[in-house]
Nanobody, 124 residues
Framework: QVELVESGGGLVQAGGSLRLSCATS????????VGWFRQAPGKEREFVAADNWRGSSTYYADSVKGRFTMSRDNAKNTVYLKMNDLKPEDQAVYYCAVGGPKWYLLTVGNFDAWGQGSQVTVCS
């Protein structure tokens, strides 16, 4: 079972930036699909971004396109989510997870091995 650990969350003013990290000790991390999701209080967990094996293609939710960038460093077994121009509506707990066989559906149920989450707070 792959274990993922998120870090990098915090408090930022609207318009600011943060970079989240998702690290694992898995030796074959480059072969995993990884997704980022977020969950705001009282709301369902929603898709943010995902990339396929080795990061050759990346997918984003419409709400973050142009502002968030997902990348990975396979040598460090780490995936990143750089978040620019943060808005109050981006405030949530952010999770990374590993994609299953139908990861391309970009839904919560098709990802597994969820990390513990990292809180992002955006103040206006």
């Amino acid at each position: 079972q792959v274990e993922l650990v998120e870090s990098g969350g915090g408090l930022v003013q609207a318009g600011g930036s943060l970079r989240l990290s998702c690290a694992t000790s898995a030796r074959t991390f480059a072969n995993y699909v990884v997704g980022w999701f977020r969950q705001a209080p009282g709301k369902e967990r929603e898709f943010v971004a995902a990339d396929n094996w080795r990061g050759s293609s990346t997918y984003y939710a419409d709400s973050v396109k142009g502002r968030f960038t997902m990348s990975r460093d396979n040598a460090k077994n780490t995936v990143y989510l750089k978040m620019n121009d943060l808005k109050p509506e981006d405030q949530a707990v952010y999770y990374c997870a590993v994609g299953g066989p139908k990861w391309y559906l970009l839904t919560v149920g098709n990802f597994d091995a969820w990390g513990q989450g990292s809180q992002v707070t955006v103040c206006s």
